[in-house]
């Protein structure tokens, strides 16, 4: 039927985006880790989000593989160096962990609106099987987003702290 034509085709390009998404999330992960420094409660958080992350890979290609899709697509490279140059864009900033912090809370909540999207068409579609995992995707990203936005306070106290004692506070 045509209709469950378009559903599908809708719901296979929401899962690569996603698939897309979650490549360009490393990417921007992973440097910021490796560069902090005076954040130990963020660079942990941050570590257990990257190996929440490759979960997250898992299972959308794991959905994909289950609807005979290939999930290795040109656009995740493309995506994936695009990632790296914008978390590279904050490493000269003095207030780089500010920055990173506001732009990593627009980055899970990116997340979290595409996985609510790919939930509803599970519902629309009767893709029943892959509900459930994006439901821990969608958990997982809450669970970060989360994190940021109470750690946010804390994060830029330490800032101010370290900064009004002469100290490099940046990352
Ligand atoms: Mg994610
Ligand atoms: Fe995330």
């Given at each position: 039927?045509?209709?469950?034509?378009?559903l599908?085709?809708?719901?296979?390009?929401?899962?690569?985006?996603?698939?897309?998404?979650?490549?360009?999330?490393?990417?921007?992960?992973?440097?910021?880790?490796?560069?902090?420094?005076?954040?130990?409660?963020?660079?942990?958080?941050?570590?257990?989000?990257?190996?929440?992350?490759?979960?997250?890979?898992?299972?959308?290609?794991?959905?994909?593989?289950?609807?005979?899709?290939?999930?290795?697509?040109?656009?995740?490279?493309?995506?994936?160096?695009?990632?790296?140059?914008?978390?590279?864009?904050?490493?000269?900033?003095?207030?780089?962990?500010?920055?990173?912090?506001?732009?990593?809370?627009?980055?899970?909540?990116?997340?979290?609106?595409?996985?609510?999207?790919?939930?509803s068409l599970t519902e629309l579609g009767g893709?029943?099987?892959?509900?459930?995992?994006?439901?821990?995707?969608?958990?997982?990203?809450?669970?970060?987003?989360?994190?940021?936005?109470?750690?946010?306070?804390?994060?830029?106290?330490?800032?101010?702290?370290?900064?009004?004692?002469?100290?490099?506070?940046?990352?």
């Open positions: 039927m045509q209709e469950q034509t378009a599908r085709d809708i719901f296979v390009t929401g899962l690569k985006n996603a698939h897309a998404m979650e490549n360009q999330a490393l990417a921007i992960m992973k440097p910021q880790l490796s560069r902090i420094e005076k954040y130990p409660e963020v660079a942990a958080r941050l570590k257990t989000h990257i190996s929440e992350t490759e979960g997250q890979i898992g299972r959308l290609e794991n959905i994909l593989s289950s609807m005979d899709e290939d999930s290795s697509t040109l656009k995740d490279l493309a995506l994936s160096v695009g990632g790296s140059v914008a978390a590279l864009g904050h490493t000269l900033a003095g207030d780089e962990i500010l920055k990173n912090t506001f732009a990593s809370f627009a980055f899970e909540n990116y997340e979290i609106a595409a996985y609510r999207s790919l939930i893709y029943a099987a892959a509900k459930p995992l994006l439901e821990q995707n969608l958990r997982e990203e809450e669970e970060m987003a989360r994190f940021l936005e109470t750690e946010l306070p804390t994060v830029t106290r330490r800032f101010a702290d370290l900064s009004m004692a002469g100290q490099d506070a940046s990352v």
